[in-house]
């Protein structure tokens, strides 16, 4: 020890729900070509990356630690994707700054949820690292990394509301009038984001299923401000893979709007799933009736949409 205080530096990024998710065909890298609408959610998780102040320590992140109340489900080696989003901002940049971070991640994003959880955490590392290491990587070279992690970083680190093509990591934002408000049931276990698309693949297979239009209603719904007109144009092609996988989805999702949701979809490639509603009271009532549904793991309320990730003071 050197008797300095140690340097600190924290970001957040948020959750995610895809109000549209448009699924193309298997592309020949193995990824589909996608036409979504991300909004962010106010479910937080905070990146704090910690100078190691011990001379033997070597390497750029020294270990990492998870507190939230998934933690037991994250992985706290280097397999972790905000482990793995630090080393690749320190390499891409070649720091010049020998220092060491222990890395902790604080969450409130349900983990294997279809919600971006480990996506938001990589975004907020990449913004922490940055400025903890003083790497000179421009904001554009920040979401090229981004993408190489994982199709949900770029728009972890960009938050709001935007439109995503390609694999999801080509972002434009999109107006939007007014704060949405949600529901939330977390389902028992998670479900693996590649199985998932590889199920439906497999039903389109099998038999026609519908495909969701081009989301430009759903645009016009976001710019008017009304979760009414917003609710009409939800969309979601990976969900009737996700209910193949998780059948009791259907249940859950017919739960929600017994208790009054506008209209419900699966986050993603699940298995959460998101019910839009009227205002922060209706969530609250919409979440306390899928409690006690007896559907569902757990319920939570959040409101979209939330910022990118940010440096915490
Ligand atoms: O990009 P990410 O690592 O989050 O993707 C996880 C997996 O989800 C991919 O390996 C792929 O199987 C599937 N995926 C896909 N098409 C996308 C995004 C993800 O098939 N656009």
């Known amino acids: 020890m050197d008797g300095r205080t140690p340097l600190t530096v924290s970001a957040t990024a948020h959750a995610k729900v895809n109000l549209h998710l448009g699924c193309g065909d298997v592309r020949p890298d193995g990824f589909h070509e996608l036409v979504t609408v991300f909004q962010s959610l106010s479910l937080p998780t905070t990146v704090t990356l910690t100078e190691v102040l011990r001379g033997d320590a070597t390497g750029h992140v020294a270990g990492l630690t998870v507190s939230g109340d998934s933690a037991k489900h994250v992985p706290s080696d280097e397999s972790n994707l905000a482990w793995r989003a630090v080393i690749a901002a320190v390499e891409a940049a070649e720091s010049k ?61 960009l938050g709001g509301t935007a439109l995503g093509t390609g694999r999801g990591e080509n972002l434009v934002p999109v107006l939007v009038r007014g704060e949405y408000h949600w529901a939330l049931a977390l389902a028992k276990g998670g479900l693996s984001t590649p199985e998932v698309f590889r199920t439906i693949d497999r039903l389109r297979e099998e038999r026609e299923v519908p495909r969701a239009a081009a989301p430009d209603d759903l645009i016009k719904a976001l710019a008017s401000g009304s979760p009414d007109q917003l609710a009409a144009h939800l969309a979601n092609d990976l969900q009737p893979a996700a209910i193949s996988l998780k059948p009791e989805l259907r249940t859950t999702l017919r739960a929600g709007l017994d208790g009054g949701a506008l209209a419900g979809i699966v986050s993603g490639s699940g298995p959460t799933t998101a019910f839009l509603c009227r205002d922060r009271e209706h969530a609250l009532d919409v979440a306390a009736h899928l409690a006690t549904s007896g559907t569902c793991a757990a319920t939570l309320t959040a409101s979209g949409p939330a910022p990118g990730a940010r440096i915490v003071q």
């Open 97 to 157: 700054v020998p220092r060491v971070a222990t890395v902790h991640i604080d969450k409130s994003i349900p983990v294997a949820g279809g919600m971006a959880g480990g996506s938001a955490d990589a975004a907020a590392a990449l913004l922490a690292a940055r400025e903890f290491f003083e790497l000179p990587l421009t904001d554009d070279e920040l979401l090229g990394l981004a993408a190489d992690l994982g199709s949900d970083v770029p728009f972890c680190l």
